[in-house]
């Protein structure tokens, strides 16, 4: 079995709207009651509620104290419940820090509900709900006959729109690996100016979105500045900014979705370096603002899906091989090219090359390697 989300535009009319804001206030209620009483049954030498013990209390006990629980979803608040212990599950495993109380002002206003008895559904132009009914949508994607609908996400976007991520699971068609060759591999070498540059000699040349917009954004916030704190005019503003902010992000997007699907259309392998880009994306590395812009991250995440889709993989080489010290000709090794200010390799043998082509190339051959192994 696979799952797959497919997100959707909705466009709740004012009771719809009302009934997604009580339920976004009543999961955050939810979560901060949980955490308090966790903390203090921690206080107290009691053991930790489990998630299922946590569910219960929340049903026979916060239900019975606070009615108005009982107006919104019960699918919600159960889910805010299994969250909050996630989190603890991360704290615990030192994957995140320890969970903290949800503001109504900063907190994501989102909830996820389940499937049950026929309750979500997705129509020609609206999608089924529970507790909202049929809700005006913006459907471009269908979901195949033989998928299962097993969850909705609502949220509501800084910008004041709603979106609805419907997860579906259905049985995948069993794919066998695809054997590595020259013509069905190819070498990807980050490129921070642009997005990579291949083992082909071909540079993608990314928009820079983010860097395109900042004068928009800088008076944007200029007008902000000016606004009282806390009034309707602050508000709308800060509209104003989320949806330059979200227009930026899903241009990047698309443009990352288009170019991971040509090149995994066109390989079976693609072979790029283990790069830590959250650290890249520090003041110190002095380009964080491009890596940031250029979104390298979530196109690998992209390429990895659709490639092994199709019986394919990403194949990451480690981050200390020296690609671009490395002469892809005749393999001496030139530290000189430690220098990034040189953008040109010459060998002795001959050879005079893009440090980043050369880098691809060899990376490229170290994927071909680590595949045969």
């Excluded at 013990?53 to 919104?72: G, I, R, S």
């Excluded at 499937?115 to 009914?133: E, H, M, R, S, W």
Aim: glycine share 6%; net charge positive; proline share 2%.
């Amino acid at each position: 079995m696979a799952n797959r989300a497919i997100i959707y535009a909705i466009y709740p009319n004012k009771i719809q709207e009302e009934q997604c804001r009580k339920t976004f206030g009543c999961c955050r209620f939810v979560h901060n009651q949980m955490l308090t009483i966790q903390q203090e049954r921690y206080k107290n030498g009691e053991k930790h509620l489990s998630k299922f013990q946590a569910n219960t209390y929340c049903n026979q006990h916060l239900k019975k104290e606070y009615p108005f629980l009982k107006e919104v979803d019960k699918f919600a608040l159960t889910h805010a419940v299994y969250h909050l212990e996630d989190g603890y599950d991360r704290f615990f495993k030192h994957l995140s820090r320890f969970p903290r109380y949800k503001s109504k002002h900063k907190a994501k206003k989102s909830y996820t509900t389940n499937f049950t008895n026929g309750n979500i559904a997705v129509g020609d132009d609206y999608v089924k709900l529970p507790k909202l009914g049929g809700v005006k949508a913006k459907i471009h994607r269908k979901p195949e006959e033989d998928w299962k609908i097993k969850s909705a996400t609502i949220t509501q976007n800084r910008d004041g729109t709603y979106q609805v991520s419907i997860l579906f699971e259905y049985i995948a068609d069993t794919v066998s690996a695809l054997a590595a060759t020259e013509d069905t591999t190819i070498g990807l070498d980050y490129k921070s100016d642009g997005l990579y540059t291949d083992s082909n000699g071909e540079t993608c040349g990314m928009p820079h979105y983010y860097r395109d917009s900042a004068k928009r954004l800088a008076k944007a916030q200029r007008k902000l500045k000016h606004k009282t704190v806390g009034s309707n005019n602050y508000k709308k503003q800060q509209k104003r900014i989320a949806r330059l902010h979200r227009h930026v992000a899903n241009q990047r997007k698309d443009f990352l979705q288009k170019g991971s699907t040509a090149i995994a259309k066109q390989y079976d392998h693609v072979c790029v370096e283990d790069l830590n880009m959250k650290a890249m994306s520090n003041k110190g590395f002095g380009n964080g603002k491009a890596t940031l812009d250029n979104g390298y991250g979530m196109f690998l995440k992209m390429l990895d899906y659709k490639l092994e889709e199709k019986g394919g993989s990403l194949v990451k080489v480690s981050k200390w091989f020296p690609s671009s010290q490395t002469c892809s000709c005749c393999g001496a090794l030139h530290p000189e090219m430690k220098d990034l200010s040189i953008r040109t390799m010459r060998c002795s043998c001959g050879c005079k090359i893009d440090r980043d082509y050369n880098a691809a190339i060899n990376i490229k051959k170290e994927g071909l390697r680590l595949l045969s192994a």
